[in-house]
Nanobody
Framework: EVQLVESGGGSVQAGGSLRLSCTSS????????TAWFRQAPGKRREEVAA????????YYADSVKGRFTISQDNAKRTVYLEMNSLKPEDTAMYYC???????????????????????WGRGTQVTVTS
């Protein structure tokens, strides 16, 4: 069983920055897909950024491209989401998700929907004020 814990959320003014962390413990996957999702009140959960083991195959939603950066520190078993130039519309609960992945499958058709991920953290709240 893989446990994920997010941290780093908070309240910032528009234009500010935050760095979210997702630290895993317990079992490990030989290779995995990791993604950050977010969910605002009354909206469905949406994928924000995703990566494959080793930091390859990085994906960003159009709404965050150029402002958010996903990275990972394998030694710390931590995936980060650096968020810059934050906007009020970035306000949401941010979740980290992971699953076992094979590179070939990821390249052909990486997981995109929340239902395709097996392991989830409890989330960290990000609030951006104007």
């Amino acid at each position: 069983e893989v446990q994920l814990v997010e941290s780093g959320g908070g309240s910032v003014q528009a234009g500010g920055s935050l760095r979210l962390s997702c630290t895993s413990s317990g079992s490990t996957y030989k290779t995995q897909c990791t993604a950050w999702f977010r969910q605002a009140p009354g909206k469905r959960r949406e994928e924000v950024a995703a990566t494959y083991t080793g930091g390859i195959g990085i994906y960003y939603a159009d709404s965050v491209k150029g402002r958010f950066t996903i990275s990972q520190d394998n030694a710390k078993r931590t995936v980060y989401l650096e968020m810059n130039s934050l906007k009020p519309e970035d306000t949401a609960m941010y979740y980290c998700a992971a699953r076992s992945c094979v590179l070939g499958d990821y390249v052909r058709s990486r997981p995109r929907d929340e239902y395709e991920y097996k392991d989830w953290g409890r989330g960290t709240q990000v609030t951006v004020t104007s």
